[in-house]
């Protein structure tokens, strides 16, 4: 992984930017992840994982060979409960309350899907999830984005 790649599934399990990941939160990034041997190999912790410490353990154990689309559409996989294919405002909405999410008014939540939904259908694909990430990362690097 990569430090953007670090930074962003960092932040995505730390939705409230608190600077620590929950153990329960750290448990449910590692199945995201969808690689049982990195699931067998990491040792949950007891307390909180910082910045520091979060990196240190994926940067022991990740193999790296994974891309951050392919972690993104996994993530995409959770959060589609009901298997459609597309996300639905109430399923990002359960996403992001289940991840310890609770300040996004509904209105918000509408606002994020609307943004990403460039079909107008109401729903997010995994290509406009894909492409919103995409976008989020180059944010992040400092990237002038449209």
């Not at 041997?37 to 022991?60: C, G, N």
């Not at 990002?92 to 999410?101: D, E, M, P």
Request: glycine fraction near 6%.
């Amino acid at each position: 992984m990569s430090e953007i790649e670090f930074k962003e599934a960092f932040a995505l399990f730390d939705p409230t930017n608190s600077g620590v990941i929950q153990p329960q939160a750290f448990a449910e990034f590692l199945a995201t992840l969808g690689d049982e041997e990195l699931t067998r190999k990491v040792k949950i912790p007891t307390q909180p994982l910082d910045y520091k410490a979060f990196v240190a353990i994926m940067s022991k154990n990740h193999r790296g060979a994974e891309t951050s689309d392919d972690a993104y559409g996994r993530l995409f996989q959770s959060i589609n409960k009901d298997g459609s294919g597309n996300v639905s405002s109430a399923e990002l909405r359960a996403a992001l309350i289940h991840f310890g999410n609770n300040s996004l008014s509904e209105a918000d939540v509408d606002e994020i899907v609307h943004e990403a939904d460039v079909s107008g259908d109401g729903r997010i694909t995994l290509e406009e999830f894909l492409k919103i990430m995409q976008k989020s990362e180059k944010k992040l690097r400092g990237e002038h984005v449209l």
